[in-house]
């Protein structure tokens, strides 16, 4: 597998991600609007997973967000989604037909709790879908796991995670590239409209964690793949 890049990937989600997808052998390139930022988390991801003392570990990289589109052909989107359209046309003119983008952003605000962002689109990954060169394919995952759950190697994932996407080819390829992530049972989940719930479930995941002070919340799908 090439180099996966991880845009605005020096937050939780990010690192998580990228810690998870080293362990297993994939290089990985961290982005931030600033290199510097960029290197220090990849600096610290790397450590992380020399710590695991794991064979065969991926190399991890920094680069500003820019960098990203001409070493990587799949993409993470991992920044706040309130700076992920403008992410995205920022690098309007480097989105190429081999791009794979996985959009993993939520449309949340938090007030009194976490709340969905009213859009003109029936979820977030379709309004992002529509910043997007029609050539770029798009799939969304990792919506529904915790970031602080991400970033705890020491904790298996131990759940269902669900796959969105333009088709079934492009959730097929989004899933080869999710399968570097350990402890995570992939569920093809249908077309980027079905991110609505989704984006819901996400709401109601932060909620219940809020309620019952965990941050480990997350799903498991019975009956999904038994016959």
């Known amino acids: 597998m090439s180099s996966i890049g991880i845009l605005g990937g020096t937050g939780e989600e990010g690192r998580g991600i990228a810690a998870r997808m080293a362990l297993r052998g994939?290089?990985?390139?961290?982005?931030?609007?600033?290199?510097?930022?960029a290197r220090e988390a990849a600096r610290?991801?790397?450590?992380?997973?020399?710590?695991?003392?794991?064979?065969?570990?991926?190399?991890?990289?920094?680069?500003e967000n820019s960098e990203l589109p001409s070493l990587c052909q799949t993409l993470f989107l991992t920044v706040p989604f309130d700076h992920a359209q403008a992410l995205i046309e920022e690098?309007?003119?480097?989105?190429?037909?081999r791009h794979l983008l996985i959009d993993v952003t939520v449309p949340l605000y938090f007030d009194k709790g976490p709340r969905l962002r009213?859009?003109?689109?029936?979820?977030?990954s379709e309004?992002?879908?529509?910043?997007?060169?029609?050539?770029v394919r798009m799939a969304a995952a990792l919506k529904t796991i915790p970031a602080h759950l991400l970033c705890h190697l020491d904790r298996?994932?131990?759940?269902?995670?669900?796959?969105?996407?333009?088709?079934?080819q492009v959730r097929q390829q989004a899933?080869?590239?999710l399968d570097s992530i350990a402890g995570v049972r992939w569920i093809d989940a249908g077309p980027l409209r079905y991110c609505q719930a989704l984006e819901a479930m996400t709401m109601l995941v932060i909620g219940l964690n809020i309620r019952h002070k965990s941050r480990l919340g997350r799903?498991?799908?019975?009956?999904?793949?038994?016959?």
């Open 118 to 124: 009213r859009l003109p689109t029936t979820s977030g």
């Open 26 to 37: 994939v290089s990985v390139r961290i982005g931030s609007r600033s290199a510097q930022r």
């Open 156 to 168: 298996p994932l131990d759940c269902h995670e669900f796959i969105c996407g333009d088709s079934e």
């Open 127 to 135: 309004l992002l879908r529509q910043a997007l060169p029609e050539e």
């Open 175 to 177: 899933r080869q590239v």
């Open 219 to 227: 799903f498991k799908v019975q009956g999904i793949g038994e016959g």
């Open 91 to 97: 690098l309007g003119p480097l989105w190429h037909s």
């Open 44 to 63: 610290e991801v790397a450590s992380q997973v020399a710590e695991r003392a794991v064979a065969d570990t991926g190399s991890v990289a920094g680069h």
